[in-house]
């Protein structure tokens, strides 16, 4: 039986051998390594954490443009929350600690901006249209707008108070079909994750988010896609704890590096 | 509603009860006559409640038969069991068990609804039974507003609102004080008396035996140690247990003619002549108790010490002990002129004439297993 | 023998005569039972209370009277009725097995029983989908044989919303079941009833507060249900938008105000339901 303080002294250096690997641990370099001439602002020398509010659709692409800009910035680290724009929005209002919003839509933006939370100007970086998802192999053989109204299909919506659902609404009325989902989802997400549980025949959402499942859904392009297409606006919050950092995180989206990501996701250029 | 009468002679409840549980073995015959109210007596543990359970069904027999008029209930050598809700036998319980979230009058009525009696016809009958045991205006009481005396006799009624063949009642009494116990015993008599039926009562109680039963079972250990009506086991008490009962100190020893040997040091002489096996017996009142040891006629004397002394009526009884211990009555005068006191030394002194000598087995046959 | 329940709301004064209330400094409440329960009531009132202050009650009326709000409330009030109803149902009997039964395995059915408890909603809200759904284990046969679907209707929510509070009403009832004295039914035996009809005119009656108060716990967290509900039922207005989803819609839409106007709507409506049960219906006697 070992004595007290042998055990006790041996949880703690568990525990500190724990921290000392786990901690900081965008420190570690690996492959491309500093300064790439292109990125303009952002150099080795940003450092600090940095949070960013984004929209879902923006879920993979902003994630690996997080961490193409930690090995950019190895002293830096990028920490996500994805949602639906309005949700982001009204914590962003109710005084969450935030560096970045990254919005699928203007009106959402402009809630921050008119409540004072922005600093600037926001800058429109992508555009995004919407699709119908549906579930791969098209079973319903669903190929327009039209065809959601079919007797027995199930249809999931965005709430419209989230954009994708506004659009969908526009897109919708365009094209004069009244449609009655099932379900008013609160982010793009959701109803992409009712398709692919097979509980509903189709989705309207965002080309990005049918893109990036590719295994499960495709993505039935229709022409009223067009006139309601999302502008995406970006913008560096007035109560940012790392200005400098969130300005640097801002410059990479828009530059090359950060716009090949964004395209190869599906967005347009804004 | 009652079962099928049984032949001439044939007792209507013909019960051999046979239940081994732990280290604990009943094994007892009871056969209860048609009208006839049994007691079945016994210290705690003795096997009485197991007994009662076993007839009601809601114990298993190991062996043996319960045979109820032409109906056989249990018998586990013919896989026969018929459970409690179908025995037709009535229960009076210790605590009434009355249900708390039904009147009086659904209580009693509760017998006949679950034989099928619709709920007008259940009801009026109820009414009839709580008239009987004088509770009428209670019908719609809740138990917990009824006395205890007043609750015994709604479960009674109960119990008897179905007409059973066989009625069960375990310690009746028991929950009651003793003024409202003298009067319900009273009443319980009336009642008892009025049913057709086979009735056992267990109890601990001497006096409701005396008062209540016909034949008195006495039951110790699980066996039945004796039966009879209540003067020949008043008279004749066969184990310790009985005696103290009955109120009477017993010896069991060898007789030869008049002298009776108890233990290696003390005979009695005593009034009967017998041979061999007896018991002796005689009544606290019959011992005189003397600071120094008497000379005269007593013949039966012996040194003894106090262990106790108690109020018992109007009188003192002193518990001995010694050769062989013993219970005396002592009016105050006479304790107050010896100055008695526990652990103190005295002569104790009995009569022949007052003692009581019976053989230990007295020529009867035992009850045949049937 | 009183039978005065003098708890709680129901309070009776006591007569004039009566001694006059300790002075301060000698009361009997001991003052460290006092302190820390009159923290925890503050915890538990003051958001409520927050929720009162920051009412914008100059637009109340017209908000209250907004297409959707009574739909809502309605909504709610009846899927959680009815989930109550099929946690009875349900949850009584399972109860009644859990207490009298021996049978092997019941520490571990037990256990599992109460696994909604633990489970965060929104799994429980994807396990049914899983096993309810158009694909699910049980659904798609349901689909195909009675053409009945869980997911997107009313009855999709009342089965989400017993999911998560059906476990409340078995704990408490198998705890009154286990307290119960067995010796009544015994008596019911004796006097020629069945199991049934013991069962059904004896034991329940007796545990009837238990089950009462099973239900209002089962009543109310079946009110608030949302995460269980949006992720197996779908939120859409006047089917399957209970009024938790509907004050959701509102805040995520940035609308605060109008989110506080549905909280305190279910707020009053509630509190008003409970604290409407008389003590006696939920205590035993």
């Known amino acids: 039986m070992r004595a007290g303080w042998t055990r006790g002294g041996t949880a703690a250096l568990a525990v500190a051998v724990t921290l000392a690997v786990t901690g900081c641990g965008s420190n570690s370099t690996s492959g491309t390594g500093g300064g790439d001439p292109q990125s303009s602002a952002s150099s080795a020398g940003v450092t600090g954490s940095l949070t960013v509010f984004a929209a879902a659709s923006l879920t993979e692409s902003f994630t690996q443009i997080g961490k193409d800009f930690e090995a950019a910035n190895p002293r830096s680290k990028v920490t996500f929350s994805f949602g639906g724009s309005s949700t982001l929005a009204t914590q962003i209002n109710q005084g969450a600690k935030v560096d970045v919003f990254a919005s699928a839509a203007p009106a959402n933006m402009k809630t921050v901006t008119d409540a004072g939370n922005g600093d600037g100007t926001p800058t429109t970086f992508v555009k995004n249209q919407l699709v119908i998802a549906v579930p791969k192999g098209n079973p319903k053989g669903i190929n327009g707008l039209s065809d959601l109204v079919k007797p027995g299909v199930k249809v999931a919506l965005c709430a419209a108070t989230v954009p994708c659902g506004a659009a969908a609404n526009t897109a919708l009325t365009a094209a004069n079909v009244k449609l009655t989902p099932v379900t008013l989802e609160q982010d793009v997400k959701s109803a992409l994750s009712k398709v692919k549980l097979g509980e509903v025949d189709a989705a309207l959402v965002y080309r990005t988010d049918a893109k990036a499942d590719p295994s499960d859904v495709d993505g039935v392009g229709f022409p009223e896609s067009a006139k309601a297409v999302n502008e995406y606006p970006m913008v560096v919050l007035k109560n940012a704890k790392n200005k400098t950092a969130a300005q640097a995180f801002v410059a990479y989206v828009l530059s090359d590096k950060g716009k090949a990501v964004l395209t190869q996701a599906g967005f347009q250029a804004p | 509603m009652t079962g099928t009468r049984p032949g001439p002679g044939e007792p209507l409840l013909d019960a051999h009860l046979v239940v081994e ?94 034989y099928g009696m619709n709920r007008l016809e259940s009801r009026e009958r109820a009414v009839g039974w709580l008239r009987r045991v ?48 003298m009067d319900t015993r009273a009443e319980l008599h009336r009642h008892l008396a009025e049913h057709p039926g086979a009735t056992l009562l267990v109890t601990h109680d001497p006096l409701d035996a005396l008062v209540l039963a016909d034949r008195l079972v006495i039951i110790e250990d699980g066996q039945i140690v004796q039966e009879g009506d209540a003067a020949t086991i008043t008279a004749q008490p066969r184990t310790d247990y009985v ?63 106090i262990a106790s002394i108690q109020r018992h009526g109007d009188n003192l009884r002193v518990q001995l002990t010694g050769a062989v211990t013993a219970a005396a009555d002592i009016t105050p005068a006479a304790a107050s002129h010896l100055r008695l006191a526990t652990g103190q030394q005295v002569w104790a002194a009995v009569k022949a004439v007052e003692t009581r000598t019976y053989p230990v087995h007295h020529g009867e046959p035992e009850p045949e297993p049937r | 023998m009183s039978t005065v329940d003098d708890r709680g709301a129901g309070a009776r004064r006591p007569a004039p005569a009566a001694a006059p209330r300790p002075r301060r400094g000698t009361s009997r ?38 297409p959707g709000v009574l739909t809502a409330l309605r909504l709610s009030l009846e899927t959680a009725t009815l989930a109550t109803l099929l ?41 049914l989908l899983l096993v309810f759904g158009r694909k699910g284990l049980l659904g798609a046969w349901l689909d195909s044989a009675f053409g009945i679907t869980l997911p997107f209707t009313t009855p999709g929510v009342v089965v989400a919303e017993a999911f998560v509070a059906m476990p409340f009403l078995i704990i408490a009832v198998e705890g009154a079941l286990r307290g119960a004295d067995t010796r009544f039914e015994e008596a019911a035996a004796t006097l020629g009833a069945g199991r049934w009809t013991t069962f059904r005119r004896v034991t329940i009656p007796l545990v009837a507060p238990g089950i009462a108060a099973g239900a209002v716990l089962c009543w109310a967290r079946a009110l608030g249900e949302f995460g269980a509900t949006i992720t197996f039922a779908g939120n859409y207005p006047g089917i399957t938008q209970t009024m938790p989803l509907a004050v959701y819609q509102t805040l995520e839409g940035g609308d605060l105000d109008g989110a506080i106007v549905l909280s305190l709507l279910l707020l009053v409506v509630s509190v008003t339901i409970l604290a409407s049960l008389r003590d006696r219906w939920i205590t035993s006697p």
Do not use: C, M
Request: aromatic share 4%.
């Open chain 2, 21 to 114: 549980r732990d280290r604990f073995r009943l094994d007892a015959h009871l056969p209860i006559a048609a009208g006839e109210v049994v007691a079945l007596l016994g210290p705690n543990g003795a096997g009485k409640t197991t007994a009662l359970r076993a007839l009601a069904g809601l114990l298993p027999l190991t062996a043996g038969h319960v045979r109820l008029g032409a109906v056989t209930l249990d018998d586990p050598s013919h896989r026969v069991w018929v459970p409690a809700e179908r025995r037709h036998v009535g229960v009076v319980f210790q605590d009434y068990l009355l249900f708390p979230h039904l009147s009086a009058l659904d209580n009693v009525a509760f017998g006949p609804r679950s």
């Open chain 3, 29 to 66: 409440v001991p003052v460290g039972l006092l302190v820390p329960a009159a923290v925890g009531l503050a915890a538990l009132v003051l958001p409520l209370l927050g929720l009162v202050v920051r009412a914008p009650w100059s637009t109340l009326p017209s908000r209250l009277a907004a």
């Open chain 2, 134 to 181: 004088g509770l009428a205006d209670h019908a719609r009481v809740k138990p917990r507003h009824l006395s205890g005396g007043q609750a015994q006799r709604v479960a009674l009624a109960r119990a008897l609102a179905v007409d059973p063949p066989l009625l069960l009642l375990d310690e009746p009494l028991a929950a009651l004080d003793a003024g409202t116990r």
């Open chain 2, 243 to 305: 005696a103290r009962l009955v109120g009477l100190n017993l010896y069991r020893g060898q007789a030869h003619d008049h002298t009776v040997r108890v233990g290696p040091d003390f005979t009695l002489a005593v009034a009967d002549a017998a041979e061999g096996d007896v018991f002796v017996a005689f009544p606290p009142t019959a011992v005189a108790l003397h600071a120094r040891e008497p000379d005269g006629s007593p013949r039966n004397t012996w040194p003894a010490t």
């Open chain 3, 87 to 127: 946690s009875v149902v349900l949850g009584v009997p399972l109860a009644w097995l859990l207490a009298r039964v021996e049978f092997p395995g019941r520490r571990v059915v037990r256990a599992l029983v109460t696994v909604p408890l633990v489970l965060p909603p929104v799994v429980g809200g994807v396990a």
